[in-house]
Each structure stands twice: as C-alpha cells, then as structure tokens.
Nanobody, 123 residues
C-alpha cells in the first residue's frame, strides 16, 4: 500500500519561505512520478509541480521561479522549496504519486495522495 506523509507546513509572512516534505513508502522501483498540488478554500485542487523518474521537472506558471521541487531517491522523500511566498499561496498542500508512470503531464491527477499540510501566508 502506497503511503505519502507531508510535513513542513506553517504560517509565514508574505515574502517568506517554507520547505515541504513528503515521505513515501509502500512501493519499490524507480519508474514513478511525484508531484505537489494545493487547494485553497472554495477552490479546485490545483497542480503545482511534477518530478519525473528521470529527474525532469515541470511547474505551473503561478509558481515558476518561486517554487522548486526535488526528490531524494535514497530517502524516498519529495520536497517543495517555496520562496517569495504570497498570500494567494495560502492553501492545503498535497503530495501525490504514481508508482507506474515515469512521466506525469501537467493536469494529470496521480492515484495516490497524502493527507496534506497547511500553508498560510499573511500580508
């Protein structure tokens, strides 16, 4: 059973930074993609970034240049480094994974999800 556990959320002021982590377990192999999504109250879940099994990364325009996704395969952990945070970045942030797909395209919703970690940015 694939399990994803996010951590690292919190409250920061605008312009601040946070790094989220997602610890993955329950699957083996290297052909998988992982990503980050977020959902603000009253809004649909939004894709932020993907990290493919070959190390390739893609980002939504809304976070490009401010957020960076990285994966440590030795620790089975996915990270999201966020800088220059804005109040509109306030949301629940979710980690997601597809253990059977080496490349995830923007807009794809992987089958496995974590419980989320809250990020609140105040002005």
């Amino acid at each position: 059973q694939v399990q994803l556990v996010e951590s690292g959320g919190g409250s920061v002021q605008a312009g601040g930074s946070l790094t989220l982590s997602c610890a993955a377990s329950g699957y083996a192999g290297s052909s998988y993609c992982m990503g980050w999504f977020r959902q603000a109250p009253g809004k649909e879940r939004e894709w932020i970034a993907f990290s493919d099994s070959d190390g390739g990364t893609t980002y939504a325009d809304s976070v490009k240049g401010r957020f960076a996704i990285a994966k440590d395969n030795t620790k089975n952990t996915l990270y999201l480094q966020m800088i220059s945070l804005k109040p509109e970045d306030t949301a629940m942030y979710y980690c997601a994974a597809d253990p059977w797909t080496w490349h995830c395209s923007p807009g794809y919703f992987p089958p496995y999800w974590g419980q989320g970690t809250q990020v609140t940015v105040s002005s």
